[in-house]
């Protein structure tokens, strides 16, 4: 249920809002646009993926679906904050 309400939405926001490789933050029509890579990642975070699987896996889509070359700095900054997020909402979720 915390997918459903909180956790997918949360992913899709720190896609759109830090990782952002092609640039369409502010763009009402590209909201979705990472939505393809939120049930990987949410996967990723539930199963306890390290943060350097998760900068990975950002890198590889930038590269092999994207044709984009990767940003490594920022996609392991991105995957450090994705975890952080995670546990943080894991925390408070067994708080309720």
Do not use: F, N
């Amino acid at each position: 249920m915390w997918w459903k309400r909180r956790g997918g939405a949360g992913v899709r926001h720190l896609l759109m809002s830090e990782w952002d490789p092609i640039g369409v933050q502010g763009v009402p029509e590209a909201v979705d646009e990472y939505d393809a890579y939120v049930g990987v990642v949410g996967r990723m975070l539930r199963e306890g993926a390290t943060a350097d699987a998760i900068a990975t896996y950002l890198s590889s889509v930038c590269s092999d679906r994207m044709g984009l070359g990767p940003v490594e700095e920022r996609d392991a900054q991105v995957a450090v904050h994705l975890r952080e997020w995670y546990l943080q909402e894991m925390r408070e979720a067994g708080d309720e």
